[in-house]
């Protein structure tokens, strides 16, 4: 890895199948940082996530995610690049037939996961991180959204990540709540000393939680920007 740098994009080009989203991409994700992605739908801020865990390639530039060259990146490669990333969607993406112990263990198991005490002690451990440990055995539909959204980030947290990925976590979540997830991600990544980086629309939670911001814009991705 280079120096601190979790993420290290340079002169990056991303398409989404032939059509240009962002065009030389100049970016650095330290060890620590907490990071601010915004940018109007569209923008490309999805796409930029999907380079970073592997899921677009590049096709011009150099990149490097947590010690991986994303311009050498084989498919059999990619697992293991999102085991050393948290990933966190708007839409919980929860197993709806399996309790919240389940769908971690589930996770876990496909990861690699096989001693059976090391899976349910890493259970506990992360729902404790999130203030979650007396749910264990509950179905998603008996948890709140900001609930489901803390499960979500605990199996985020499973393999240890050095960077958690939010995309728009807190689009289906009241103003209350949103600041409880945000400021959940931001403990973490104090106390774990993980990277997190949200991509989000609202600009209220920013100014809640001032910090380092990223936008894209007009094909660009512009660091270290100021919102009035």
């Known amino acids: 890895m280079i120096g ?42 999805s796409s930029l996530l999907k ?7 590049i096709s011009s530039g150099s990149g490097i995610a947590c010690g991986y060259d994303l311009n050498k990146l084989g498919s059999k490669e990619i697992p293991f690049l999102r085991r050393k990333l948290g990933i966190v969607f708007q839409d919980f993406q929860l197993l709806t037939d399996r309790s919240v112990e389940q769908n971690l263990h589930f996770v876990m198991r496909a990861t690699g996961w096989t001693d059976k005490k090391l899976i349910a002690d890493r259970t506990l451990d992360v729902l404790e991180k999130v203030g979650l440990r007396s749910k264990l055995k509950k179905m998603p539909h008996e948890l709140s ?34 600041e409880e997830i945000v400021l959940l991600l931001k403990q973490i990544g104090q106390q774990l000393g993980t990277a997190v980086i949200i991509a989000t629309h609202d600009y209220h939670i920013i100014r809640t939680f001032p910090s380092r911001i990223i936008k894209c814009e007009n094909s660009k991705v512009l660091e270290d920007v100021q919102i009035a």
């Open 4 to 45: 601190n740098s979790i993420i290290k994009l340079s002169g990056v080009d991303i398409f989404q199948q032939k059509h240009l989203v962002l065009s030389n991409v100049n970016l650095h994700i330290d060890k620590n940082d907490f990071v601010w992605l915004i940018g109007q739908t569209g923008s490309g801020k």
């Open 51 to 57: 380079v970073i865990y592997g899921d677009l390639s």
């Open 145 to 178: 959204g900001g609930e489901q959204q803390r499960v979500v980030i605990a199996r985020a947290l499973l393999n240890d990540p050095e960077i958690i990925l939010a995309d728009e976590p807190t689009g289906n979540l009241d103003p209350d709540t949103s």
